[in-house]
């Protein structure tokens, strides 16, 4: 599938490709009001049971409980399943949790600690809730609503919820957690991939912030010739979900695909994709990258930059105030930039999209208090903190243009410039097509494998996967 060119924007992860046109916010409105127009169409065919489009909720019951104005419950006892969201300082969730607990005195929400890692979270959360248990909210990757709605897993939000409530979120993010029309997740924040560099070291050595991937490993390799920093470019290649993150941007610089359009087949095994895979590999063979980078998740490449053992970073918008954190050796060293390119082409490169949404467990006895929590935390008090505090992206709109806002998040500044690709997390089966993507780039990165006979085995997993065999 080519690339949806310049005239689409960030959109739903339903696209494989899409670019966004630079200094323009987002993406078209067309989209958007098809996944909101679908989302009105399931609220009304689900029976006048909850809400009306752009209308006033009324009331309606779900697992037994009867949910009066959704989001206006002020009462009630809920767990809140969430994974840690930053790597040091202070922590967001309890920080959002203790302004909540203020706005909500009554609604007592307790905190489960998830896993950090988004698929041992998944797997841990697939069994618990398909158990008939499971939290009453979660937060979830925003690659999860094509999995979670194809097996019951989440409680369609556009349930109870009215479309005037999905508007308030920026272009895009409402589309990504829709599947079959229906709208799965609360967007809560954006993640997307950035380019952190070290201020001091590229201007000691007259170097301008690198735009193609060649120039990453040339100035890596100079400054580490000189004693500067121990690595160039620490990155996320270890054997799960954050290694199909960084794969994807190498992999569409370059040119490549994983689905075909209809996402019935493999589209993995090309030379663009051979290309990238290469580069990744010689980012390691080269000494650029850490001998140990088929190991390295989120956490580990964020301690090697703020060690200050390297000069670039690849990580998301939190990787900013991480590295300002008290405890770092880089405060006020470092930059941030939109993703490089391979040379020739049109830059910046790439940034995946991540991020993670609000979702409500089908099994939930709460949905009236789950729902004013969930609309809390997407209003502009929580994300105000989430941008202003962590340099997350906000997904609520208003926020997202406040000029207070951007001028105190160095990452929001930088987002109007990003080209961002999702993951093809379109089929129920993304799962298995992503393990079957990091499995084998991470074999490569370790070692084990050449890149041609990595991605012939991606190829093959990849095709099972969407056969029904691969989960
Ligand atoms: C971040 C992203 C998420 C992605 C994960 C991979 O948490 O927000 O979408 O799956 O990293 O490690």
């Known amino acids: 599938m080519a690339p949806v060119e310049k005239s689409e924007s960030r959109s739903s992860m339903r696209n494989e490709h899409v670019r966004r046109r630079p200094g323009r916010s987002l993406r078209p409105v067309t989209l958007r009001a098809a996944a909101l127009a679908a989302a009105a169409m399931t609220a009304a065919v689900l029976g006048g049971c909850s809400s009306s489009a752009g ?63 988004t698929d041992t979270n998944r797997a841990t959360l697939t069994t618990q809730i398909s158990g008939g248990a499971g939290p009453d909210v979660y937060m979830g990757d925003v690659i999860w609503p094509a999995q979670f709605a194809a097996h019951q ?6 349930k109870y919820l009215p479309s005037s409530y999905f508007d308030t ?9 829709t599947y079959k029309g229906q709208v799965y997740g609360a967007p809560f924040f954006e993640d997307q991939g950035f380019l952190y560099y070290r201020k001091d070291l590229l201007a000691e050595n007259h170097l301008k912030v690198p735009t193609t991937w060649e120039q990453v490993m040339t100035d890596s390799k100079a400054i580490q010739a000189k004693g500067q920093a121990q690595y160039g470019y620490v990155f ?6 954050g290694a199909t ?15 075909n359009k209809d996402s019935t087949s493999s589209t993995i095994n090309s030379a663009a994709a051979l290309k990238a895979l290469t580069f990744e590999q010689q980012l390691v063979t080269s000494g650029v990258s850490p001998k140990a980078e088929s190991t390295y998740q989120e956490l580990q490449a964020m301690n090697e930059f703020s060690a200050g053992k390297s000069v670039f970073l690849r990580n998301w918008d939190y990787g900013y105030s991480t590295s300002q954190a008290a405890g770092s050796a880089v405060i006020g060293k470092v930059g941030v930039a939109p993703m490089p390119t391979f040379t020739g082409e049109p830059t910046p490169g790439y940034s995946n999209i991540g991020g993670w949404n609000l979702y409500v467990n089908p099994h939930s006895k ?5 729902l004013t929590f969930i609309k809390w935390m997407t ?26 806002v951007i001028k105190s998040n160095a990452v929001l500044a930088v987002v109007p410039q990003t080209k961002l690709v999702p993951r093809p997390a379109q089929t129920p089966f993304y799962p298995a097509v992503s393990t079957a993507i990091y ?18 085995d991606a190829d093959s997993a990849i095709n099972t996967a969407l056969s029904g065999g691969g989960l």
């Not at 040091?88 to 706005?103: C, E, I, M």
């Not at 897993?153 to 556009?158: G, K, Q, T, W």
């Open 169 to 177: 979120f920026a272009p895009g993010l409402v589309a990504g957690a």
């Open 379 to 404: 209003g502009s008090d929580a994300q105000n903190i989430l941008a202003t505090q962590f340099s997350e992206i906000p997904t609520n709109q208003a926020v997202r243009e406040s000029p207070a």
């Open 236 to 241: 996320q290649g270890a054997s799960y979900e």
């Open 55 to 117: 209308g006033t909720a009324t009331s309606s019951s779900t697992a037994g409980a009867t949910v009066a104005a959704p989001g206006n419950a002020t009462s009630g006892a809920i767990t809140w399943w969430a994974s840690p969201i930053t790597t040091s300082g202070a922590d967001p969730r309890t920080v959002l949790l203790s302004a909540f607990q203020k706005a909500y005195p009554n609604i007592k929400v307790s905190l489960i600690s998830a896993p950090t890692d």
């Open 245 to 259: 993150c960084n794969y994807m941007e190498f992999l569409t610089d370059a040119g490549g695909t994983v689905l």
């Open 366 to 370: 709460n949905v009236a208090a789950d």
């Open 153 to 158: 897993l989440a409680d369609p939000l556009s």
């Open 439 to 456: 499995t084998n780039v991470s074999a490569v990165l370790a070692g084990s494998k050449t890149p041609a006979a990595a991605l012939k």
